[in-house]
């Protein structure tokens, strides 16, 4: 009996060390070697000081401000209503759930409310949470949706703010992958930039 825990010990502590130290430790030096700001989190800095994730969205409730995408883990998550950055959970709503149904015109009709000029479609992607509930990106569509609302309440013309749009707009992934889509945090760190 003892003959065989010996090597069953070594063999666990050595597999333990290679796993559990070694391992991690190699790919976390490399990754910081390679890809320090991913590694980091991907942080958008204000000097010395994190203003937030170029990965994680955010709850912008000003009128001032492009909105992020509803989150699924606070509520109906739009604009002013209730947004939960701090947990990250789908609603797993289906398309034939009468909840899924109630929350996008609940957020239509919030969207309507506080933007009551706008008689544009409004895109899919401003009325749906994301999978995760905190997806930091809009589609170009739902920008420019958004338009109207942030130069009337910043007193700048719409020409600016869509070209501002159109400048921080990434396109898809690799040139194929994915669709076009506007990161809400780097937009709005980029009107805070401007002066009215």
């Not at 069953?8 to 030096?29: D, N, W």
């Not at 204000?46 to 699924?72: I, M, N």
């Not at 000029?117 to 895109?123: E, L, R, T, V």
């Amino acid at each position: 009996m003892l003959s065989l825990l010996r090597p069953a010990a070594v063999l666990f502590a050595l597999m333990t060390a290679i796993t559990g130290v070694l391992y991690p430790a190699a790919v976390t030096g490399l990754a910081q070697a390679i890809f320090p700001a991913q590694a980091n989190g991907s942080l958008i800095k204000d000097g010395e000081r994190v203003v937030g994730s170029a990965l994680v969205g955010q709850p912008f409730t000003s009128a001032k401000y492009f909105w992020c995408r509803p989150s699924g883990t606070g509520g109906v998550g739009l604009g002013t209503l209730e947004y939960n950055g701090a947990s990250s959970s789908g609603t797993n709503l289906g398309p034939t759930n009468p909840k899924l149904t109630d929350n996008v015109k609940a957020r239509i009709e919030a969207l309507r409310a506080l933007d009551p000029g706008n008689i544009a479609p409004i895109p899919v992607d401003l009325v749906t949470a994301s999978g995760s509930g905190l997806d930091p990106h809009i589609s170009p569509a739902a920008a420019l949706y958004q338009v109207s609302r942030v130069a009337r309440a910043r007193a700048l013309p719409e020409e600016q703010v869509r070209a501002l749009v159109a400048e921080v707009q990434e396109g898809r992934q690799l040139g194929s992958l994915g669709e076009p889509r506007v990161n809400v945090v780097r937009l709005n760190r980029a009107l805070d930039r401007i002066k009215s």
